[in-house]
Every structure is written in C-alpha cells, then in structure tokens.
C-alpha cells in the first residue's frame, strides 16, 4: 500500500531550493545588463570592455549575452559549414545584440523540421523527425553564459513521448511505494492520483521504464550496475549504460534525451516557451509572466504543491506540462560547460557513464522544464539543469519510446485535459 506519511527525511528536503539555486548559478553566468541596452560595438577597445563590464556588476538584470567581440567564435574546420562570423550583425545604438541570435557558431543549411502539429492517441504523441537548434538564443532574456549556447542537431528518428508527465496513478499500477511527498513546510507534490510523480531519483526513473517494459516482455533500454538502496526509497547507482549501442536500437520504455525533449518542448518555435518570449523583468524574484502563465505552474501561480496534469495550454504536439509543474529527468547527462560546437546527429544517442557515487567526479543527471516554485526565466525550453542524481518533491518524468513499424500502443491512463487555464 502506499504510504500515508508522505513528509520526506531531512537529507532529502533540499531538492526544491537547490533547483532553484542551481537555476540562479546557471542564469547570473553572463553579466548583467538590461534587456533595452544596446549591445557595445564589434569595434568598441579593452577600455571600452573594461568599464561596460564595471557596470554591468553593479546591474540586476539577468543579461541575454555578454556581446563583446571576443564571444563570437570562428571556426575553419568544414569549407562547407557557415561559420558565426557569417551571421555577426554589428548592432546600431537601439538594438540589444549584435549577431544572428538564433544561428550556432557551427551551422550547416539546411537545417528543416515538419510543422509540428498533434498526433496523439492513448496517452502518446508521435514527434516525427527533424533539424533545429538546440539551447538558448544568444540574446535570450535569462539565458546561461555556456551551458546551454545554441548548437544544431538533427534527430533523425521519429518516436513517441507521453502526452503528460508521468502520474501516480501510472507509477503506483506498477510500483505499490508512491515515493511523491511534501517537505517539512508542506510544500511538494499533490497527492491526487493524476498529480505528476514527484521524489525520484534518476536511477529509480530509469529503472522504471525498465519494469514498465519487462511488464510487457519487452526488453528494457538501461542496464542499471553497483546500485544501492532501495527502489522508490532512494536507489542511487554507480555505473548506467544503454543496453543497445544506441537508444534508438531499443524497442522500450524509456526517458527522452535531452535532445528529443527540446525539440518536442519547442514543437517548432525558436522563444524561450513555446507561447512566446517571457516578459524580461530585472531580478530573480517571482513574477507573473502573460505568456508563461497559460502554459504553466510556476512560481507564480502554483502554490505550494505542482497540479495534476493537463491543465494547461499544450504546445502545437499536443504535449502538456513541458514547462513547469514537475522537472522531468531525462535520458541525458548535465553539464555545466554546454553542448560543444556540433552539428550533432542523434545527440544523446549513446550513453555509457561511470562514476555517480564517487563524490570527485562531476557525473550529473539532466533535469529539464523547470518546477512548480521556481521563477519564467528557470522555465524556458533551452534550459537544462546539471544536478546530482537525488530526489526530492517536484522532480518527476515523462516517458519516451523510438518509433517502429511493429509497434503496439499500449494506452496510458490518462486524466481528461482540458487544456484551459486554471
């Protein structure tokens, strides 16, 4: 039976505020300036430099790109890839970046996508294949200084993500111990069968997908090793691998990559949501934002606990809650120094990692979508949080599988959505 006491140990009540703290750490990377600033001009000298960087630490808006001629990167490895010195736009005095701010340093045309618009049915949403570019725009209010700078990918496999972020009910049809709990300040999880599941860590996630495709005799996509604890109540593993060479060799349950979760977080758009560009407001502090707010809890207008799913606007797949309510875990490593140059094919497609309980090594799990307290700017699609795998109220997962001709939809329970705003 699931428990009844769902306040959570002392040692597992700081999942929330480090979130939150690790979000401010990714966004307050580049120095501050405000949004209506214009950028300096390529040409401006180190004096120049020097005084606007002055300034800047005194500020508290959190900066869409610290624009100064030594941040645009050339490169001279492929003749037939455009490098960033291509796109650089000198910015005039009204405008607040100097360069394209959608192209990576590292692009190769074309790079196309279909229209995105819903196919789901019982409970899954079929992501057809495509290019786009992943990570935040250069001059995206709130953005990270490196860790999430744009980066071209091409997905070449359509697959299947679930329609809403995994519930309780979900969890507890196949694993009895509901882990999802409040903290000691009665802040956390709802607790209503349609509520996301919230207190896993990413080794239980994964091995979730694990039992949930054993359940149907098909072979599972992780191989878990030197694990400790016990599943729902903790289970923290020292070595993860895909059983494949390649996700997409997996027929399985599964978490996204972080690549496929953008891509069918953004459902085609380039804005820092999927409704538009939030509203840049100087700070960190909680706000209520016009776009974020119909497609999301967040700080704002959540409350002390996430909601159950499918309350809100879904994006143009069909998918609902990417951003905000409860962080999912994802298929994908964190990284606190960003993607690399790429281009990149099937990014995130092999996985083979070794070293999460060893306390020196920087090994970290990959949290995407923001959570129910955080504030807009830790709610954008590009954003992904490098955390160590814990748990704690609020970080769920939504699930994934690759696409083949011989697949049978197995239905997820799902509530009814109404997709309006509460």
């Not at 039976?1 to 959570?8: A, I, V």
């Not at 939150?20 to 401006?44: M, N, Q």
């Not at 799913?309 to 879904?314: A, E, Q």
Request: net charge negative; proline share 9%.
């Amino acid at each position: 039976m699931p428990r009844t006491d769902r306040r959570l140990p002392e040692r597992l009540r700081a999942f929330p505020a480090l979130f939150l703290l690790l979000a401010c750490r990714s966004e307050t990377g580049v120095a501050p300036r405000g949004a209506g600033s214009p950028a300096p001009d390529a040409d401006a000298n180190a004096d120049d430099a020097a005084q606007l960087d002055a300034a800047d630490a005194d500020a508290t808006q959190l900066d869409p790109i610290d624009a100064r001629e030594d941040d645009v990167r050339t490169s001279s490895d492929a003749s037939d890839a455009r490098s960033v010195s291509d796109a650089v736009d000198v910015a005039d005095s009204g405008r607040a970046c100097y360069r394209d701010p959608y192209l990576p340093n590292r692009y190769e045309p074309p790079c196309e996508q279909p229209t995105a618009s819903p196919s789901c049915r019982d409970g899954w949403c079929t992501i057809q294949p495509g290019c786009f570019i992943m990570g935040a725009p250069w001059c995206e209010w709130g953005r990270a200084k490196r860790s999430t700078d744009p980066v071209q990918v091409t997905l070449t496999h359509a697959f299947e993500i679930a329609q809403f972020e995994l519930t309780q009910r979900e969890w507890t049809a196949l694993v009895p111990e509901n882990p999802s709990g409040l903290t000691a300040d009665g802040t956390g999880d709802c607790l209503e069968p349609d509520c996301p599941l919230g207190n896993v860590t990413w080794f239980e996630a994964l091995e979730f997908t694990n039992r949930k495709s054993r359940s149907e005799n098909i072979p599972p996509c992780y191989e878990l090793s030197e694990c400790t604890g016990e599943f729902a109540g903790g289970m923290l593993c020292d070595h993860v691998k895909f059983v494949d060479p390649s996700i997409y060799d997996c027929k399985g349950y599964r978490l996204p990559t972080g690549a496929e979760w953008e891509y069918a977080a953004r459902a085609g758009t380039k804005t820092s949501v999927y409704s538009g560009d939030i509203v840049p407001i100087g700070g960190t502090g909680c706000y209520e934002d016009p776009v974020l707010a119909p497609i999301a809890w967040y700080c704002f207008n959540a409350g002390p606990y996430t909601h159950p799913v499918g309350k809100k606007i879904p994006n143009a797949w069909g998918l609902y809650d990417m951003l905000g309510n409860a962080g999912e875990l994802v298929g994908s490593l964190g990284t606190w120094e960003g993607y690399g140059e790429g281009p990149y094919v099937d990014h995130g497609a092999s996985l083979d990692a070794k070293g999460f309980l060893d306390p020196a090594l920087p090994v970290l799990a990959q949290w995407r979508g923001g959570t129910w307290n955080v504030p807009a700017a830790t709610v954008r699609a590009a954003l992904q949080i490098p955390l160590l795998p814990s748990r704690g109220p609020g970080g769920g997962l939504r699930l994934a599988r690759t696409v083949t001709t011989e697949r049978t939809r197995a239905p997820i329970r799902t509530p009814a959505a109404t997709g309006k705003k509460e």
